[in-house]
């Protein structure tokens, strides 16, 4: 009996605030999923991500009403037997931003992930069994010193073959 094969390559960024970099397309040429973690910064953006890959996205602190129209504060969903939740303002372990504190405590997802502090972390939570990811910041905007996105991939309940993806400093 052949077993199908079904997994997900996952594109991963956050705080584009509204910069498109043309290496979007390449790097997640091979991705099966787009996700942002908001401060996307303009509908026009989304679109463009929209036409590249399926896009699962949740709107920032700087996004405008269209922005936050289409994209949720918080996106809760399942995908290869993971269960997801995403938001742009999130914490990290031991740090969790009030907004999601007692949710994640109350019915912790396998993956967390969050933008905002424009800070690359992927941290795993012992306490709750919560991989934490947050992408850093892949615009040109902000405090960060180099714009970085990850890819992944969801496979039968696995997180695995995490990449970091550096697109040079932030001129």
Not at 70 to 84: A, G, K, M, N
Not at 88 to 96: A, C, E, L, Q, T
């Amino acid at each position: 009996m052949n077993k199908k094969i079904v997994m997900k390559k996952i594109g991963l960024l956050s705080d584009t605030h509204n910069y498109w970099d043309e290496r979007y397309e390449t790097y997640f040429a091979e991705c099966d999923e787009i996700w942002h973690a908001g401060d996307i910064g303009s509908l026009e953006l989304a679109n463009r991500f929209e036409a590249l890959k399926p896009f699962r996205a949740v709107h920032g602190n700087i996004d405008d009403h269209y922005i936050r129209n289409i994209y949720p504060q918080q996106l809760r969903f399942t995908l290869e037997d993971v269960d997801v939740l995403m938001t742009h303002i999130g914490g990290y372990p031991g740090k969790y931003d009030p907004s999601v504190r007692s949710l994640l405590h109350a019915d912790p997802p396998k993956l967390f992930v969050c933008g905002h502090s424009h800070i690359l972390r992927v941290i795993y939570d012992k306490k709750l069994q919560i991989l934490c990811m947050n992408p850093g910041a892949a615009g040109k905007y902000g405090i960060h010193q180099v714009r970085t996105l990850l890819r992944f991939v969801l496979d039968a309940g696995d997180i695995r073959d995490l990449e970091v993806i550096e697109l040079g400093k932030n001129n």
